[in-house]
């Protein structure tokens, strides 16, 4: 019988197993075949929202940590677990196995199915983070529009108990993008979002792109396929840094102040 593959998701919180079970249920929403396994780690210590810079730079190095001992691990590839893609570049510039980020798979899946694309998210400050990754990426002409109906988020409790009231003002932001922007196909902005993924799918007359569950299909398939990201377009390191890496996010993990 064939070994199974191991998958790490990486979490972009320092959360307890309780925030951990949230990001778990995103498996519930996609079919995988029997021989692959995800397990979820969080980041040591990072940003609070993701809303802007600041929180970028601070993504980047926590992500980067906590997924670059992933291949000693025995992890057979890495899926990142925040649409700002955070961490992606660095680790593919050290690991050899797949590492997979639901922004680019998102877009990308999105182009697949239609000419363009729009990014459905909950909160207007999220806006400058798809900004950001569609122009590195070459997607800004593509990119019909991003709607929000500017939700405050609960990264760790998510959308639970809030269906009621958040569910139709998505559905409408929505609409505004497939009605007035043109939009063909649409991703939601994060994977905090993907309890109204179900919803979403089956009220918008357009296909709604899952991001975290479009990864662990993506890892399945890479894995099955026995690819992985090119070394000329993500070159090594002449001189690593991981120890120093290490000791910033156990400093940040341990520091107790309140900035």
């Not at 019988?1 to 519930?28: I, T, W, Y």
């Not at 090119?230 to 890496?245: D, F, G, H």
Request: glycine share 8%; charged share 20%; with cysteine.
């Amino acid at each position: 019988m064939a070994k199974k593959k191991r998958v790490v998701v990486l979490v972009p919180f320092a959360f307890d197993e309780n925030g951990l079970s949230k990001r778990r249920a995103q498996q519930d929403s996609v079919v995988l075949g029997p021989d692959i396994e995800f397990d979820y780690r969080p980041v040591k210590a990072g940003p609070a929202l993701y809303d802007s810079y600041h929180d970028g730079v601070l993504a980047d190095v926590s992500m980067f940590e906590a997924g670059l001992t992933a291949q000693e691990d025995g992890y057979d590839a890495v899926c990142i677990d925040t649409m700002s893609d955070s961490g992606q570049n660095g680790l593919r510039s050290v690991l050899d196995i797949p590492v997979i980020s639901p922004g680019k798979a998102s877009y990308l899946m999105c182009l697949l199915l239609g000419t363009n694309f729009g990014v459905l998210t909950q909160w207007d400050p999220w806006k400058a983070l798809y900004k950001k990754t569609v122009r590195e990426y070459g997607l800004d002409h593509l990119c019909a529009g991003i709607r929000s109906p500017n939700i405050m988020p609960d990264p760790e409790n998510l959308l639970g108990g809030k269906e009621e009231d958040v569910f139709p003002k998505l559905l409408a932001a929505g609409m505004q993008l497939v009605e007035e922007d043109g939009a063909e196909a649409i991703c939601l902005g994060s994977t905090t979002m993907h309890e109204s993924h179900a919803y979403l799918a089956e009220h918008l007359p357009v296909p709604v792109i899952n991001p975290g569950p479009l990864t662990y299909k993506l890892a399945e398939t890479l894995l099955g396929l026995n690819l992985t990201h090119s070394r000329k377009a993500y070159p090594r390191p002449t001189v690593t840094k991981y120890n120093l890496t290490h000791a910033m996010m156990d400093g940040g993990a341990a520091y107790k102040g309140d900035d």
